[in-house]
């Protein structure tokens, strides 16, 4: 069981970047594919992207594509989302989350395939 803890949210102009960040410990991190999450209010939570255990595998959701990149560094059992050109449909509180799979090229794409989840940081892009 990963034990994870995001930082990075905050409050960004409309336009600006962000970057998140995901420290993972208490499992073996380069073993799980990690993913980030977003729920705004009133709303369902939705992946915005997904990596691999060796970072060679990415999933983007539509909206994010072209505006986010996940990455990941095993050494430092840290996954990151660089959030740029952010709008207002981006607020959102953002959730780190970990899934094992036996597959090492597998990207989690739906929240039932996470078995750790972060608190959430949140995430507020004024315009």
């Known amino acids: 069981q990963v034990q994870l803890v995001e930082s990075g949210g905050g409050l960004v102009q409309a336009g600006g970047s962000l970057r998140l960040s995901c420290a993972a410990s208490?499992?073996?991190?380069?073993?799980?594919?990690m993913g980030w999450f977003r729920q705004a209010p009133g709303k369902e939570r939705n992946v915005v992207a997904a990596?691999?255990?060796?970072?060679?595998?990415?999933y983007y959701a539509d909206s994010v594509k072209g505006r986010f990149t996940i990455s990941r560094d095993n050494d430092k059992n840290t996954v990151y989302l660089q959030m740029n050109s952010l709008i207002a449909e981006d607020t959102a509180v953002y959730y780190c989350?970990?899934?094992?799979?036996?597959?090492?090229?597998?990207?989690?794409?739906?929240?039932?395939?996470?078995?750790?989840w972060g608190r959430g940081t949140q995430v507020t892009v004024s315009t």
């Open positions: 208490g499992g073996t991190f380069s073993r799980y594919f």
């Open positions: 989350a970990a899934g094992y799979s036996s597959e090492y090229r597998w990207v989690g794409t739906r929240g039932e395939e996470y078995d750790c």
């Open positions: 990596i691999s255990w060796s970072g060679g595998e990415t």
